[in-house]
């Protein structure tokens, strides 16, 4: 079974602090992917990485940066945490294209 | 503009009948197809999914159908039990890319 997991379950954070949101994946998974979840608008994908050191920006990547230095390990940053950051943060993996994402189980960040 | 809907919030089925989610999209390059459900305090857990080339998929309980002409999807889950109670998001992609458009999800409560 695949393991995706997420460091911290909960979180909260001063305004202006910087924010680092750890995800290790078990599988040898090529593609990992950082989702925020905020009620009515579903998933939105902040950032993608295809291998290591390789990166995508998603839908809404402002405000946040990614590292991938070793191909289990992908971390989202946040460098000036604000308090429309708040959100439930999701990591994922998959193994190529046209698979499906194996999702971690969350990081609740609340920013005040 | 959400190219992925899950016009049914909610949904409550008593135990041992059919639960049908739907889900409609617009985006008709979208080829691949998936569910996930949700338990409150996890990640989104992969359900099943479908490829455009076929009409019906088959876990299971679980049956998923693709309705190209009309651009919608359902999941049909035979017979619902209490431990179905979840949100159930859908989720579409393009083959060979790293987008998944997620609907905002429809809670099911299975009644005992």
């Known amino acids: 079974d695949v393991k995706v997991t997420q460091s911290s379950r909960y979180l909260v954070k001063r305004t202006g602090e910087k924010v680092f949101l750890e995800c290790v994946q078990d599988?040898?998974?090529?593609?990992m992917f950082w989702y925020r979840q905020d009620p009515g608008l579903g998933l939105r994908l902040i950032y993608f990485s295809y291998d290591v050191k390789m990166k995508e920006k998603g839908d809404i990547p402002e405000g946040y940066s990614v590292s991938r230095e070793k191909k289990e390990r992908f971390s989202l940053i946040l460098e000036s945490a604000s308090t429309n950051q708040t959100s439930m943060y999701l990591c994922?993996?998959?193994?190529?294209?046209?698979?499906?994402?194996?999702f971690g189980n969350g990081t609740r960040l609340t920013v005040t | 503009d959400q190219q992925v809907k899950q016009n049914s919030p909610s949904l409550s089925v008593q135990e041992g009948r059919i639960s049908i989610l739907n889900c409609d999209y617009t985006n008709s390059m979208f080829d691949y197809f998936l569910w996930y459900k949700k338990y409150p305090a996890e990640g989104p857990t992969f359900l099943i999914s479908i490829s455009s080339i076929k009409d019906k998929n088959e876990d299971g309980r679980f049956t998923v159908f693709l309705n190209k002409s009309a651009k919608h999807l359902s999941l049909h889950i035979v017979p619902s039990q209490p431990g179905d109670s979840a949100v159930y998001f859908c989720?579409?992609?393009?083959?060979?890319?790293?987008?998944?458009?997620f609907g905002t999800g429809t809670r099911l409560k299975v009644l005992a």
């Open positions: 989720a579409a992609s393009v083959s060979g890319t790293y987008k998944y458009i």
């Open positions: 994922a993996s998959r193994t190529g294209a046209s698979s499906p994402l194996h």
């Open positions: 599988m040898d998974h090529e593609n």
